[in-house]
């Protein structure tokens, strides 16, 4: 019964595969469009919303926030949007493309290394040192943002080798040991702790990211995606979150 489809989408648009969402099809299906570092926390979500309700079938696409919101713009066909930043989805709800955003949940921004911690990071401090290499998500995505707020607040010039389209793949890179530390999420760490550590921001520097939730305006199903929006708002939703590192909404 659980098909899930992960598509990760570098700032351009992709065909989506489509069963009975914003798009005229009778089926009890639900397209979900949720920012990357949901990943995990929307699989067990999807299986616990779908054991619930059992005639319905969740899909679930995941990828960066911003491309999300390009995607909608250019009539991609969903029925719920999930994000990182309530920036994207203010956009998207001021052109009528969703309707009544409401936050789920919220994240923390951590400096993540390798386990073993190859580059002997310590600090903040040690990301200005030109012979580490060190990773960002890409400006235009949340995480970039959240990471340039969190490096200008503790004052700190860092040497970033690479901009990535989304947290996932930064994560990866830095698990992989490409990288030599990055800034990611704290639920990024969490997911894999036996190839990531995390270390704290500094003292005084509190970057917290918040995650909205809404229902796409052309879908067909408005009744399901209400029902998925408040079964991640229900005190089960929350759990699954707070599993995954989240904070609470």
Known sequence: MFRLIRVLVAGSVVSLPLAGCGAGDDSDS?????????TDAFDDMEIAFEVAN????????VAGSSAI???IEQGAPADVVALADTMPMDALAEAGLVENPSQFATNSMVL???????GKVDDFEALSD???????????VPCGRYAREVLDAAGVDASIDTEEPDVR???GKIAVGELDAGLVYATDVRSIPDRLVAIPLPDGVDVRAEYPIAIVS???DRDGARRFIDFV????GQAILTDAGFGGA
């Open 30 to 38: 639900l397209l979900v469009l949720a920012a990357a570092s949901l």
């Open 54 to 61: 059992p005639s319905v079938d969740v899909e679930i696409s």
């Open 69 to 71: 919101g390009v995607q």
């Open 112 to 118: 993540a290394v390798p386990i073993g911690n190859p």
């Open 130 to 140: 030109a012979a580490l290499f060190v990773g960002v998500c890409a400006p235009q």
């Open 169 to 171: 793949s930064l994560a």
């Open 218 to 220: 052309d879908t067909d």
């Open 233 to 236: 708002r229900s005190a089960a």
